[in-house]
């Protein structure tokens, strides 16, 4: 499958808004940080993060991860069954994951 390099430019959004560099232009993101990007407001967008508010019991949240990491894995981008998603001790999330062109990529909710 040939992807066009053009297609991974993106505007860099952080809590809702857009991100702005030293000239006050928005900022951009290339190659494996717009899909990182990508995958991170597929989650947000999901509503499945609220399954996990108040969770503490491992066997409960494991399904949930799971369901995460099948949803990551829809993105075209991405080498099936190299999704991991870990929940930290803080309740955040990291998502790892190898691109099909750019190599890893890590995101964090």
Sequence with gaps: MEFDIALHIDL?????DFVLNDSLDPATLKKADVIAQDIKHRILESGILTKL??????NSIAP???ELELLTEQDNRIKPGTIKVLRNDD????????????GGLQSGL
Excluded: F, P, S, W
Aim: net charge positive; aromatic share 4%.
């Design 12 to 16: 860099a959004v952080e809590d809702n």
């Design 53 to 58: 508010v108040g969770l503490r019991n491992k």
């Design 64 to 66: 949930i991860l799971t």
């Design 91 to 102: 309740g955040t999330l990291n998502i790892a994951a190898q691109t099909r062109q750019y």
